[in-house]
Structure formats: C-alpha cells, structure tokens
C-alpha cells in the first residue's frame, strides 16, 4: 500500500516524547495529526491538530507533506 510509504520509518514514542519534539520545534516544522472521529476531536483535541479520520487517511495522503515529520494520535 502507498501509505505504507510515506510513514516509514515508523517509530513509536510516548506522549512525553512527543510532548518533548513539540516543544523543540516551531509549529507548522511537524504535522499533528489527529486520526480519531469528528466527535472526539469537537470533545478534545491538541492544539494545532489536524483532523483526518483513520477511515480517510488514504484519500488524505497527498494533503500530507513527506517532508515534515508526522506525530500522530
């Protein structure tokens, strides 16, 4: 699949580390990404997230820059 692709290398980090990234890189130098449903994100959602439903990913790839690091929840 192509979307395999544009995540690999995959790593996994915990929220702290990811918390840690956010802190030492300027907003809008990474996307966030958040792949949980509408409802979810209305309730809660970081700051500077984007929403794009796990279901949707695929037709959302090309809307995805390759080039900035993707931390998504």
């Given at each position: 699949?192509?979307?395999?692709n544009?995540?690999?290398?995959?790593?996994?980090?915990?929220?702290?580390e990811?918390?840690?990234?956010?802190?030492?890189?300027?907003?809008?130098?990474?996307?966030?990404?958040?792949?949980?449903?509408?409802?979810?994100?209305?309730?809660?959602?970081?700051?500077?997230?984007?929403?794009?439903?796990?279901?949707?990913?695929?037709?959302?790839?090309?809307?995805?820059?390759p080039?900035?690091?993707?931390?998504?929840?």
């Amino acid at each position: 699949m192509r979307w395999k692709n544009l995540f690999t290398p995959v790593q996994s980090i915990e929220p702290s580390e990811a918390r840690e990234f956010m802190a030492r890189h300027p907003e809008g130098s990474y996307t966030l990404l958040d792949v949980r449903q509408p409802g979810e994100y209305q309730q809660e959602h970081l700051p500077g997230a984007k929403l794009v439903p796990l279901p949707n990913l695929a037709d959302a790839l090309e809307k995805l820059s390759p080039l900035k690091p993707i931390i998504v929840y």
